[in-house]
């Protein structure tokens, strides 16, 4: 499975950007997919999920009720519309996928920067 995350950039405080993800490869072997963050000088986080059983989604509290992850099965890709951006939400982005047999995201793609200027 390989990953590529787009759609980042420099966006003011109180705007919006959708992050997308699109899987290629073994893409039927996917049942998980994530976004992640990593702030400068900062661990990296989880912020998003949604499993593909029932579309269920999971959200880090910091970004829950500004955030949708949504998927579009046609095209293998993964969005996250971030919304009423903080410049907290600064960081890479990075995308991965937990595939059948595992429980842990063992695919991940290059990070996407999010910059939110004050």
């Known amino acids: 499975v390989q990953l590529q995350a787009s759609g980042g950039g420099l966006v003011q405080a109180g705007g919006s950007l959708r992050l997308a993800c699109a899987a290629s490869?073994?893409?039927?072997?996917?049942?998980?997919m994530g976004w992640f963050r990593q702030a400068p000088g900062k661990e990296r986080e989880f912020v998003a999920a949604?499993?593909?059983?029932?579309?269920?989604?999971f959200y880090t509290d910091s970004v829950k009720g500004r955030s949708t992850i949504s998927r579009d099965n046609a095209k293998n890709t993964v969005y996250l519309q971030m919304n009423s951006l903080k410049p907290e939400d600064t960081a890479v982005y990075y995308c991965?996928?937990?595939?059948?047999?595992?429980?842990?995201?063992?695919?991940w793609g290059p990070g996407t920067l999010v910059t939110v200027s004050s």
């Open positions: 949604l499993r593909w059983n029932g579309d269920s989604t």
């Open positions: 490869g073994r893409t039927s072997s996917i049942h998980t």
């Open positions: 991965a996928a937990k595939v059948d047999g595992t429980t842990s995201y063992g695919y």
